[in-house]
């Protein structure tokens, strides 16, 4: 069975940081890119940021920009998410994606459906 495990997540004050990271267990699989979204209470879930594997192309929501960085983990089909300057409204649990169809169009790296792998996600809490 394939699976993404996400892990680092936790509570952290106002301006700290985290970082997150996402690494595939079972049986081995190609991926086209892969992702990081956030959903927090109440709310639909929501981009974060992306790396296209092909060219190392890092794609992030704007909210983010500057904040949160997008990395190649040491493994194959894992990622890293360096969260800085972390805010209350970053409150949220964090999923790690993955497309392993190639379904990618321009433009496609923001959108929840062009990936089909997903990890349970990990808790962030930013306290003020």
């Known amino acids: 069975q394939v699976q993404l495990v996400e892990s680092g997540g936790g509570l952290v004050q106002a301006g700290g940081s985290l970082r997150l990271s996402c690494a595939a267990s079972?049986?081995?699989?190609?991926?086209?890119?892969m992702a990081w979204f956030r959903q927090a209470p109440g709310k639909e879930r929501e981009f974060v940021a992306a790396i296209d594997w092909s060219d190392g192309t890092t794609y992030y929501a704007d909210s983010m920009k500057g904040r949160f960085t997008i990395s190649r983990g040491n493994a194959k089909n894992s990622v890293f998410l360096q969260m800085n300057d972390l805010k209350p409204e970053d409150t949220a649990v964090y999923y790690c994606a993955a497309d392993r169809r190639g379904a990618y169009y321009n433009g496609s790296h923001y959108l929840a459906d062009e990936y089909d792998l997903w990890g349970q996600g990990t808790q962030v809490t930013v306290s003020s």
């Open positions: 079972g049986r081995t699989f190609r991926s086209y890119a």
